[in-house]
C-alpha cells in the first residue's frame, strides 16, 4: 500500500488557506477524519489494477485515502470550482485526475478504463438520483462505496416487509448484492448535518440480469407507487388472476410483500 506524500498540509488548513467555506446547496460536509475515508476504502474491497473513480472529493479527504490504496487511478469529479485550485497538488501523484464537472450529466463508465469503482461521500440533495443513474449501467463497475443519509442507507438495504422496504430497495438488490457496511455519526462531519449517515458497498451481480432494469423499474414504479394498494387492482388488465396464480403471487398482496425475486416474476409475466 503506497502512502500520500508527508508534505501534505493537513485539510483544515486546505480549507482555511483556499477560504473554503461549506456550502449548502451543493450537499458540502467535509469527512476530516482520515480514520473514517480510510475505513470506507478498506471496507470497499481490493481496489488493485481499478480505477476509482471518486465523486465530489471537496477538500481532498476521501481522495487522500484513495491514494494510500492500491488503486491505479483516480478520477475525481467535483463541481464547485473552489475545489480545482485546492485538490491541485493532489495530481502531483500521477494517478490522480481532477474533473471539473457536474456527476449528474456525466456518464463516469464512459471517461475511464474498466475495471472501475465509485467510491464517494454523496452531495445529499442529490446522492440517491447519481446512484438510480449508474445502476442503469451497473455493470460496468466492480463495486461502489457510498456514504449517504442513514435513511437512504437503510432503504437500499431494507428486507421485503420492513418500513424501509421500497422502490429502491428493490432496483438496487436486483442490481447488486448490498451491504450497510457502517454507521458515521452527524458530529463526524464539518460542519455537521442533522442526521447520521452510513456506508453503504453495492457489488453488481455477474449473471446477465432476468429482466432489464428498465422493465423492472417501470414494475415497481406502479407497484409501489399506490402502496396500500392490492396487485390485483394495481395491475388490472394487465395481469390476470390466473396469471397470478402460475407466477405464485397472491393477487391480495400488496407491493411491500413482494421480494425481489417476486418482481422479477411479475415484471417477467408482465411482458
Ligand atoms: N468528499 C468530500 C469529503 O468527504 O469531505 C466532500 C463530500 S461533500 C458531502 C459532497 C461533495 O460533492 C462536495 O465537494 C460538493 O461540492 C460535491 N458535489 C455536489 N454536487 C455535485 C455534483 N452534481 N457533481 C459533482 N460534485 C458535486
Redesign the pocket.
Known amino acids: 500500500m503506497s502512502t500520500v506524500k508527508k508534505d501534505q498540509p493537513p485539510l483544515r488548513e486546505v480549507i482555511a488557506k483556499h477560504d473554503l467555506k461549506a456550502k449548502k446547496s451543493?450537499?458540502?460536509?467535509?469527512?476530516l477524519d482520515l480514520n473514517i475515508?480510510r475505513r470506507l476504502v478498506r471496507e470497499a474491497g481490493d481496489l488493485t489494477g481499478i480505477t476509482a473513480i471518486e465523486?465530489?472529493?471537496?477538500?481532498g479527504?476521501?481522495t487522500r485515502a484513495l491514494m494510500e490504496s492500491p488503486a491505479k487511478n483516480i478520477v475525481a469529479?467535483?463541481?464547485?470550482d473552489r475545489?480545482i485550485t485546492a485538490l491541485a497538488p493532489l495530481c502531483e501523484d500521477g494517478r490522480v485526475r481532477i474533473i471539473h464537472a457536474?456527476?449528474?450529466e456525466i456518464d463516469p463508465a464512459t471517461i475511464t478504463p474498466a475495471p472501475r469503482a465509485i467510491l464517494?461521500?454523496?452531495?445529499y440533495n442529490?446522492g440517491t438520483l447519481l446512484l438510480v443513474n449508474w445502476l442503469q449501467r451497473a455493470q460496468d463497475y466492480e463495486f461502489f462505496a457510498l456514504m449517504f443519509q442513514k435513511e437512504v442507507a437503510e432503504r437500499i438495504t431494507a428486507k421485503v416487509d420492513s418500513k424501509a422496504y421500497g422502490r429502491l430497495s428493490v432496483l438496487c438488490q436486483f442490481c447488486c448484492d448490498v451491504e450497510y457496511a457502517f454507521t458515521i455519526p452527524a458530529r463526524a462531519f464539518t460542519p455537521p448535518p442533522k442526521i447520521d449517515s452510513a456506508v453503504v458497498v453495492l457489488r453488481p451481480k455477474k449473471a446477465p440480469y432476468p429482466v432489464s432494469v428498465e422493465a423492472l423499474e417501470a414494475v415497481t414504479k406502479d407497484a409501489f407507487g399506490q402502496r396500500r394498494k392490492m396487485l390485483r387492482s394495481i395491475f388490472k388488465g394487465k395481469l390476470s388472476e390466473e396469471q397470478f396464480e402460475a407466477i405464485g403471487i397472491r393477487p391480495e398482496a400488496r407491493a411491500e410483500e413482494l421480494s425481489v425475486e417476486d418482481f422479477i416474476k411479475l415484471t417477467k409475466a408482465m411482458r
Open positions: 451543493l450537499g458540502q460536509h467535509f469527512l475515508t465523486i465530489g472529493p471537496g477538500p479527504g476521501l469529479i467535483e463541481k464547485d475545489f457536474d456527476a449528474l464517494a461521500n454523496l452531495p442529490v
